[in-house]
């Protein structure tokens, strides 16, 4: 039957109209969609981020579980003993993560530390551990330093834990009204520690002179180490000292640290006329700078030695400063976002602490099998690996015969690309006259 162009007009019409409420229907179902392709997009993220919180919180509870288990280990328990100092280290690390700007997992290395320098933080409570924490809170040092400061200084003293809250409130306060900070009271320490104490040198009366000392721009070690000599060449002078202390009219009882104090020794020098050379002559070199610090002998009137003992006044009444200072840096907002962080990471350390023993059992089923499975491959994947290398030989071989005897001609490969070349020009000749054929056909039916 013949199509006259009326009709096939129409039909296109309608084929136009068809296409266009498909393009709507289309649409429409597009936009309906969006919504569930939005939800399915946020529960991806989601997904992402509850996995990326599951392998973070995993990781935290491994590290604070080894610290943990180091602390049982380093304080001497086996067997039941051990178990129970492990649930007792956890509870109180724990307990301090979510009540202190410090995580759960530096509690527990401090914890660590602290059984390594040979105290015993399996029996401490939180009473007992909150000085150290308050006083590295109240420095504004790493926890790691502030237990190496303050356990060196209980050791060199030889005093228990019992006394670091004493011992946190004088470095606490020494940090406050001084420029020395924890760590240059440390490095100070490791210099002058041991002979201050045999000779009867305090704590409060140590730290308020290397705080006076570090006021005076002396460094840690310049200032630990002055010390160390200057006590030295007091306890245990020279004959040339001897002459100089009798020129000066100095008697032992004088020149004595318990009866007199380091500031009572050197405000009798000072009133005694001591020179500049002859403090040279008395404590050599290297420790001169820290003796005339103290002596401060160009200025007649100066009331050095009196000021040195007013702080070690001060620190013997420094009771409670370590706690203070904590508690004012807590409540800024800095503060409390320090102490939010703490408590996430330690919500994260319990939720590991729920995934880890499953964990674990895939761990180990791993790694009893992974010996099983290296056999296999041995026996299954490497004979196979060698046919593959045989095959892989061969083809290699077969093509680099026939790329050779390909190259070798060279006239014939200029002759099979030509025809190529003449084979498409060829073929697009003809298909242009297709498409032209095409599109008339299309006119005349009224289509274009």
């Known amino acids: 039957m013949a199509i006259s162009l009326g009709d096939a007009t129409l039909t296109v019409k309608v084929i136009d109209l068809a296409t266009g409420s498909l393009g709507v229907i289309g649409r429409g179902i597009s936009a309906a969609l969006a919504p569930v392709r939005l939800a399915f997009e ?4 989601g997904a992402q981020l509850m996995a990326r919180g599951v392998v973070e ?17 380093v304080s001497g328990l086996a067997g039941a003993a051990f178990e129970r100092g492990r649930a007792s280290l956890s509870a109180l690390a724990l307990t301090l993560g979510q009540t202190t700007v ?5 509690v527990a290395d401090a914890m660590s530390d602290l059984a390594q320098r040979g105290f015993d933080p399996v029996n401490f409570s939180a009473k007992e551990m909150r000085p ?3 006083l590295a809170s109240a420095s504004m040092e790493s926890l790691e330093v502030t237990t190496q400061v ?11 834990f019992e006394k670091a809250a004493h011992f946190a409130d004088v470095f606490a306060k020494t940090n406050v009204t001084s420029a020395a900070t924890s760590e240059y009271l440390g490095g100070a320490l490791a210099y002058v520690g041991p002979i201050a104490d045999t000779v009867g040198i305090s704590i409060e009366e140590l730290s308020a002179t290397m705080g006076f000392l570090a006021d005076r721009g002396l460094q840690a070690s310049t200032a630990g180490t002055g010390l160390r000599q200057i006590v030295n060449a007091l306890v245990s002078p020279t004959k040339a000292t001897n002459d100089i202390f009798k020129q000066l009219g100095l008697t032992l009882s004088d020149l004595d640290i318990k009866a007199n104090g380091l500031a009572g020794v050197f405000e009798n020098l000072r009133k005694a006329g001591v020179t500049q050379e002859q403090v040279f002559d008395i404590f050599t070199a290297r420790a001169a700078p820290a003796a005339l610090a103290i002596l401060d002998l160009g200025n007649k009137s100066s009331k050095s030695t009196a000021e040195l003992k007013k702080m070690t006044k001060e620190l013997k009444d420094a009771g409670g400063t370590a706690e203070k200072i904590a508690k004012q840096q807590l409540n ?4 409390r976002w320090t102490l939010l962080k703490s ?3 330690t919500l994260g350390i319990k939720i590991g602490s729920v995934l880890g023993p499953s964990l674990k059992l895939v761990l ?28 892989t030989k061969g083809a290699l071989k077969d093509f680099g015969r026939w790329l050779k005897a390909f190259t070798s001609d060279a006239p014939r490969v200029r002759e099979v690309w030509a025809a190529i070349k003449s084979g498409a020009a060829d073929a697009f000749e003809w298909t242009k006259k297709f498409a032209l054929a095409i599109a008339d056909s299309l006119t005349l039916f009224g289509l274009l």
């Open 42 to 45: 946020g529960l991806q993220k």
């Open 57 to 73: 919180s995993v990781k935290s509870f491994s590290e604070f579980n080894q610290a943990i288990t180091n602390t049982a280990s």
């Open 102 to 106: 410090f995580s759960a997992r530096e």
């Open 132 to 134: 150290l924490l308050n």
């Open 150 to 160: 303050l356990t060196s200084a209980l050791n060199i003293y030889g005093v228990g």
């Open 332 to 335: 800024t907002l800095s503060g």
């Open 343 to 345: 408590q996430v990471e």
């Open 364 to 391: 180990e089923f791993a790694s009893k099998n992974a010996e099983a499975f290296g056999k296999w491959l041995d026996k299954g994947i490497k004979p196979i690996t060698k046919d593959l290398e045989k095959l």
